[in-house]
């Protein structure tokens, strides 16, 4: 098959597409690059560079290149951001979307993969989040996310298309340094940032009813997630009409405080953390569970947290050379 990937010269994308191409599928990149990077796509796979808004460039990269599949990763995902212009967000994340799907549908295009969030469900008050978890999304990026997902499945219940919403947990890690997440919206880039520039990591809150006071999430490596996108898009591609809703987590919860702890010892800076007040809107525990997604399809994360710091950390030092111990 061959896959429009979009979003594919971002940070999961990337990845993404270096997982479909190691099994053997055909990619094709389509990215704005307004926060994706040229250089992450492998110089074999075709980038069209352009926005899902542009339904007539869309129409034009499925039929040109055989488009028989499509994982749908680009979108706005900055929750502060999503609150301070809500309607940019709902124009990029639901409108790019219906745009794109109906590009999709007037091609015939048999599958579409659609990356959805963790932040959908809000604050669940679950010890494991599944599927069936009710969704109360905190912030416009969630709505997005939410509505994307009622779009992708009425879309695909009225015309066939077989339809997977991937709620990705907390991404971290890389498969190589040059594919490192470059952005410092996520844990821990964030806390790389803090410690190479002399200043110590910050905890939101240190008073959640977990067992040592800080907010637990569960971490998903990168490039397990990849591999869920290509065992997803096998089982769409073999089974038409398909409509999955899946979670995308390692069961495993991991307090801040403890990933703050893990890397200071992977990165030789050791400067305690400060604790500052809590943010609005942030549960106390988000831990997936995995089991739909074992079940169905027999994935199952393979990476730890140690791998996810460890990764990470090569790729921040290959961006930020001048990074020294403490």
Not at 123 to 130: F, G, N, Y
Not at 240 to 252: A, F, N, Q, Y
Not at 253 to 265: C, K
Not at 304 to 310: A, G, L, P, S
Request: contains cysteine; charged residues 20%; hydrophobic residues 40%.
């Amino acid at each position: 098959m061959t896959w429009l990937i979009t979003g594919g010269a971002g940070y999961i994308g990337a990845h993404v597409v270096r997982a479909m191409t190691e099994a053997g599928e055909r990619a094709v990149v389509y990215d704005d690059l307004s926060t994706g990077l040229a250089e992450r796509v492998p110089a074999e796979v075709p980038l069209v560079r352009g926005s899902v808004l542009d339904g007539d460039l869309v129409a034009r990269t499925l039929a040109g290149h055989g488009i028989t599949g499509v994982v749908h990763l680009a979108a706005k995902k900055q929750v502060g951001e999503s609150v301070e212009r809500p309607l940019h967000y709902y124009r990029e994340n639901v409108e790019g979307l219906r745009v794109l799907l109906e590009a999709v549908t007037a091609a015939e295009v048999p599958s579409f993969v659609f990356s959805s969030s963790a932040a959908v469900y809000g604050m669940p008050d679950v010890d494991l989040v599944t599927e069936e978890t009710p969704c109360r999304p905190l912030s416009p990026y969630g709505e997005t996310k939410l509505a994307g997902e009622w779009l992708v499945r009425a879309t695909g219940r009225a015309t066939g298309l077989a339809t997977a919403s991937l709620r990705y947990f907390n991404v971290a890690g890389a498969a190589a340094p040059e594919l490192a997440d470059t952005g410092v919206f996520n844990l821990v880039p964030m806390v790389f940032e803090r410690l190479t520039q002399g200043a110590a990591p910050r905890i939101f809150g240190d008073d959640y009813p977990t067992p040592d006071g800080t907010c637990v999430r569960d971490y998903i490596h990168v490039v397990d997630l990849a591999e869920a996108h290509v065992a997803v898009a096998r089982a769409l591609a073999s089974a038409p009409g398909t409509d999955l809703t899946l979670d995308i987590g390692r069961g495993e919860g991991v307090s801040v405080r403890e990933m703050i702890d893990r890397i200071a010892a992977v990165t030789g800076h050791t400067r305690p953390p400060t604790v500052t007040p809590r943010r609005p809107g942030d549960p106390a525990r988000v831990v997936a569970s995995a089991a739909r997604i074992t079940t169905e399809l027999g994935w199952h994360a393979k990476h730890d947290v140690q791998d996810m710091i460890t990764s990470a950390w090569e790729g921040w030092l290959r961006h930020h050379p001048g990074a020294a111990r403490d």
